[in-house]
């Protein structure tokens, strides 16, 4: 199939959905650099975007497509003027490339710092190229849906998951809950890490008290967990900023 018609079948697969310039010459960019061969199917439309599974060669891989006139915007803006990338021009294509460029940057900090999150490939503007996670059949459940056979290690691993970020990385995810993690193999693997702020930003405790109570609040049906404890866990670092 041609560049030119592969896009078009893309169109094809998001009902209703229009595509910005900007976003069809960032997905050509990613054709053109032999990083995306063709699209699948959407697996998400959320608030901010589009992800899609598609592949490169034989392999999968997942492409979250930010929305330029996305609904979130005000909230974006906000996030990113509190430490905004140098440089950053400030009419709305730029703020979301940066956005997108962010959820990049922090892709690649937590994978180096051992956190289980989807391997970040490519970025092209508002695009994101990054390991799929799934089978053939199906993308990865979010936390939320799965069928959970040990709790108990699951919950393990996102608290490990957590102290990484904290102390490894120096982030806070800021928006986690079961919706933002997936569960893969039994095995829990962290998404959406757009609005992860670093541990020195000012509500970074209250961020972090925040994704501790959402996680506890879901594990509770399964297991006893006790927040505080958790806080301790992850604040316990030890030289290991990576
Ligand atoms: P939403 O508003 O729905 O939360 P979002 O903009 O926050 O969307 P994400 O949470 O990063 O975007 O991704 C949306 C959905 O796409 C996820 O809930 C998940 O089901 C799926 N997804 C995201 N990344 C991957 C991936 N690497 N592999 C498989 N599925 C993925
Ligand atoms: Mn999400």
């Known amino acids: ?15 209703g959905e229009v595509f910005e310039r900007a976003t069809l010459k960032s997905i050509w960019k990613l054709m053109n650099n032999g990083i995306i ?10 608030k901010e975007g589009t992800v899609f599974r598609a592949r490169c060669k034989d392999e999968f891989i997942a492409v979250k497509i930010y929305r330029i006139n996305t609904a979130t915007f005000r909230s974006i803006s906000k996030h990113l003027m509190y430490n905004p990338p140098k440089n ?14 962010r959820e990049f940057t922090n892709l690649h900090k937590l994978h180096r710092a051992g956190v289980r999150v989807p391997r970040p490939l490519a970025r092209e503007g508002n695009v994101i190229a990054m390991e799929y996670i799934g089978t053939e059949e199906q993308p990865a ?5 799965a069928e959970i056979k040990n709790a ?19 982030l806070i995810h800021s928006d986690l809950s079961s919706y933002n993690i997936l569960v893969h193999k039994q095995e829990p693997v962290i998404i959406d890490v757009g609005q992860t702020v670093g541990t020195d930003h000012p509500m970074a405790m209250t961020f972090l008290e925040r994704d501790i109570a959402n996680i506890s609040q879901f594990f509770r049906r399964f297991i006893s967990v006790d927040e505080e404890e958790i806080k301790r ?7 290991e900023v990576c």
């Open 88 to 101: 950053m021009r400030k009419d709305r294509r730029s703020i979301i490339f940066a956005w997108a460029f």
């Open 1 to 15: 199939m041609s560049r030119d018609s592969e896009l078009e079948n893309l169109l094809g697969k998001t009902e």
């Open 141 to 145: 459940p979010l936390l939320k849906d």
């Open 37 to 46: 061969d063709s699209f699948d199917f959407p697996i998400s439309t959320g």
């Open 233 to 239: 866990y992850i604040i316990r670092c030890k030289n």
């Open 152 to 170: 108990e290690k699951l919950f393990n691993m996102i608290r490990e998951y957590l102290r990484r970020m904290y102390c490894k990385a120096r």
